[in-house]
């Protein structure tokens, strides 16, 4: 009932809720114009600009049906929206997200335990690439704090265990900000990218703001 009627006022002027993250600063759930959306102070995270960027990135690759999808860099769950809601996908989907506070809003707010077959990890995506033995057919690279991409995800060496978790044919969308300014480090992934055989495609100012690398290998 709380719900339906935030809902109905959400069209005369938004409803903000906020909740505190160590690692995300303030978020801030709202309701505007009959839909939920999720924000930092800076940027939005997921059901807005967010979800129109992860849609474009979606439309350009080809989901197979029996491989699994690893997510890093939950948000509210606008990938995993898509992927079951818009393109009708039961792949599973491995989630992993460093913030616990989030997980718990995806869940409660946005729905993500409508969904089946999925794994949610709490951990750095750094530690799991590195950890685990599974292997994907796409892999969505979605990792900020605040409007930030963290240093490290630019980094060669993430890239390698990105690269040695990846199926034979495989997806991999690499969403940031363009005013991250990595230049020089987008261009050493786009090498690393064409040096294990995919082919890439960047895409910039996708809702203004985003550069998104897509790269397939057939």
Request: net charge positive; proline share 1%; with cysteine.
């Amino acid at each position: 009932m709380i719900s339906t009627i935030k809902k109905k006022l959400s069209y005369i002027y938004p409803i903000t809720q906020t909740v505190s993250s160590l690692y995300n600063g303030t978020l801030e759930i709202t309701y505007i114009n009959g839909k939920k959306i999720l924000n930092t102070q800076n940027t939005n995270y997921s059901f807005g600009s967010l979800h129109k960027v992860m849609q474009f990135s979606l439309n350009r690759i080809i989901i197979k049906g029996d491989s699994p999808i690893l997510l890093l860099g939950l948000g509210g769950g606008s990938a995993v929206k898509i992927i079951r809601s818009e393109f009708l996908k039961k792949n599973h989907i491995d989630i992993v997200d460093i913030d616990s506070v989030m997980i718990e809003i995806a869940r409660k707010e946005f729905g993500l335990n409508d969904y089946s077959d999925l794994k949610v990890y709490c951990q750095n995506a750094s530690s799991f690439v590195e950890e685990t033995n599974n292997k994907y057919g796409l892999v969505i690279i979605d990792l900020f704090i605040d409007k930030i991409t963290p240093e490290y995800f630019y980094d060669s060496i993430f890239w390698t265990d990105v690269l040695m978790l990846t199926k034979k044919k495989c997806c991999i969308i690499f969403n940031t900000l363009t005013a991250n300014n990595f230049t020089d480090k987008i261009n050493c992934i786009n090498k690393m990218l064409i040096d294990a055989k995919f082919e890439v495609y960047s895409y910039k100012e996708i809702e203004l703001s985003n550069t998104v690398l897509i790269a397939k290998r057939r």
